[in-house]
Nanobody, 114 residues
Framework: VQLQASGGGLVQAGGSLRLSCAAS????????MGWYRQAPGKQRSLVAL??????TDYADSVKGRFAVPGDNAKNTYLQMNDLKPEDTAVYYC??????????WGQGTLVTVSS
């Protein structure tokens, strides 16, 4: 299974972007799909996820601004609104199975200018 992320780019503060992540095939026994990000000099951290049951979870820093719709097993998105310069990072999509095996997509760069 390969994850393909897209949708990054340059946006002004207050703007919006929508990232997409598509799996090459339906992931069997998926636990969740989600998004991580890594800013320069920082560790990769969870941004948002959606579980197989449709439950979503968000980092405190993005609550109320980001949303993670998706079909839970093959495609997921990250709708980012009211973007801030501190949201600048490389964003990675990720999928995890119930047995603990995970898949990473390639990163997509989001740059928010002030």
């Amino acid at each position: 299974v390969q994850l393909q992320a897209s949708g990054g780019g340059l946006v002004q503060a207050g703007g919006s972007l929508r990232l997409s992540c598509a799996a090459s095939e339906t992931i069997i026994n998926i636990s969740f799909m989600g998004w991580y990000r890594q800013a320069p000099g920082k560790q990769r951290s969870l941004v948002a996820l959606i579980t197989s049951g449709g439950t979503t979870d968000y980092a405190d820093s993005v609550k109320g601004r980001f949303a993670v719709p998706g079909d839970n097993a093959k495609n997921t998105y990250l709708q980012m609104n009211d973007l801030k310069p501190e949201d600048t990072a490389v964003y990675y999509c990720y999928a995890k199975r119930w047995d603990g095996f995970g898949y990473w997509g390639q990163g997509t760069l989001v740059t928010v200018s002030s």
